[in-house]
């Protein structure tokens, strides 16, 4: 049997990325696991994975992590940036230490992931590029504004890239999903900010599943090469905003 492409997912210690590791591994593909709690991808015990400690802030780990990978399973053929922080928080009392961090990761980590993979690309050809951006790069909020920021970066590189990157038949997808049961909240260090956002949940009877993005990424993947899903936002039916 021919082997499926490799595939490679940062943040793939848990909620998103982990499902995205699974449904690609379930279809038959060999997957790149980067994050920085190796232990938790490797506890997940999928077949032809590599699992990589990988702080997406460290342009050279990525590098290295993906001509590691190359070296056993040939050339990526979808990379998904994903691996984030929300610091959701009001902009009065957030600590500025938690814009920087936010904003190495949400950002810089983005190029640093998206470079690690894109030339490769350009001189096959053929490639699809996920990037994780939210309903929060396509709207803002008030206690989300440098999350909001990071995530608007995310929507704007990926429409450039995606017009740069059609001349190379190389696909661009952005998604914008909004509230999805993973960790994420684990990063809200607000108090008043969390337990608002956790009101807001109930009333909208709770988040999607990480796996409802998982299947629908699969699928927009495996349409043709020349057949490109420019934007996935998938959100609970019950949340207005
Ligand atoms: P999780 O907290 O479950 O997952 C975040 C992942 O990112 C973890 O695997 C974490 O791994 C990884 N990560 C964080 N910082 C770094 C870093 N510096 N280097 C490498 N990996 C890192 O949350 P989600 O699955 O929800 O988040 C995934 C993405 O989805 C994020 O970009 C988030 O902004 C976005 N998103 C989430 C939504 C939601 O409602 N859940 C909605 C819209 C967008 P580790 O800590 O092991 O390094």
Not at 38 to 67: F, N, T
Request: hydrophobic fraction near 40%; proline fraction near 5%; charged fraction near 25%.
């Amino acid at each position: 049997m021919t082997k499926k492409p490799l595939v490679a997912v940062t943040g793939a210690s848990s909620g998103i990325g982990e499902a995205v590791a699974r449904t690609f591994s379930d279809a038959g593909h060999p997957v790149l696991m980067m994050a920085r709690r190796i232990d938790k991808m490797e506890s997940m015990g999928l077949p032809d994975s590599i699992c990589l400690e990988v702080d997406v802030r460290d342009r050279d780990a990525i590098k290295a992590a993906v001509a590691d990978a190359e070296a056993v399973y040939g050339p990526v053929d979808m990379m998904f940036v994903n691996a984030g922080v929300a610091r959701l928080a009001d902009i009065g009392r957030q600590p500025p230490e938690e814009w920087d961090e936010m904003i190495d990761i949400n950002t810089k980590g983005v190029m640093n992931t998206l470079h690690s993979v894109m030339n490769g690309m350009m001189e096959r050809k053929t490639g699809t590029i996920f990037m994780m951006s939210s309903i929060a790069g396509r709207k803002v909020y008030p206690d989300h504004t440098v999350y909001c920021g990071t995530k608007y970066f995310v929507h704007a590189v990926s429409e450039s890239i995606r017009e740069y990157l059609s001349d190379y038949n190389v696909r661009v997808i952005v998604l914008s999903p909004g509230v999805v049961e993973t960790e994420v909240l684990s990063g809200v260090l607000d108090e008043q900010t969390l337990a608002e956002y956790k009101e807001n949940k109930v009333k909208m009877g709770g988040g999607i599943g990480p796996e409802h993005v998982s299947e629908i990424m699969l699928h927009s993947y495996q349409m043709p090469q020349n057949a490109l899903i420019q934007e996935i936002c998938i959100t609970p039916t019950r949340q207005k905003f």
